[in-house]
């Protein structure tokens, strides 16, 4: 697992590098670090031990809902050959879905930028899932997205408050 998330980490630099995002704090913004603010500032043992953490995370009655939206994801993905298109065109499809989806679903009052912020990488830990079980069910990789929403959900939207550096729940 510890390759496959080297592998992941290194395209991942790679593409924040090509995009011009540094990961540092944004002037003006000053939640933006107490969200999921991940990917270029953690170490690879942490992304594991945070992948393993989401591994545990159970899904609600919105599973099928999240799944819909995570695999209409993948297929624009995989219709649209320029990354930039998709980060566009997917990417924006993608969170205006789920946070339809939230609102209609979960009475509650969100912290919505970071909960749109922690959401932003829930398709980095498919991509692990998918370098961590090759070969394996599809089905699974799209569930751990799933499982990454609903850890974003109870941080941000539900309003339950836990720490990143707490194993399971």
Known sequence: MRSAIVGLMAGVALFFVIAGCTGEKVENQPDA????????????DEVSKLYDVINHVPLSELKDDIAKIIEERIACYNETPIASMRTSECRKAYNLKLLTLLHQKINAK????????????????????????????????????????????????????????????
């Open 33 to 44: 670090e107490s969200s999921l603010d991940l990917m270029p500032n953690r170490s690879v």
């Open 110 to 169: 969100p912290m919505l930028g970071e909960s749109v912020l922690c959401f932003q990488y829930c398709p980095i830990f498919h991509a692990l899932c998918r370098g961590n079980d090759l070969g394996g069910d599809p089905e699974n990789c799209v569930l751990q997205e799933a499982r990454c929403i609903e850890y974003c959900l109870d941080k941000y939207w539900r309003g339950t408050s836990f720490s990143w550096d707490e194993p399971g729940r």
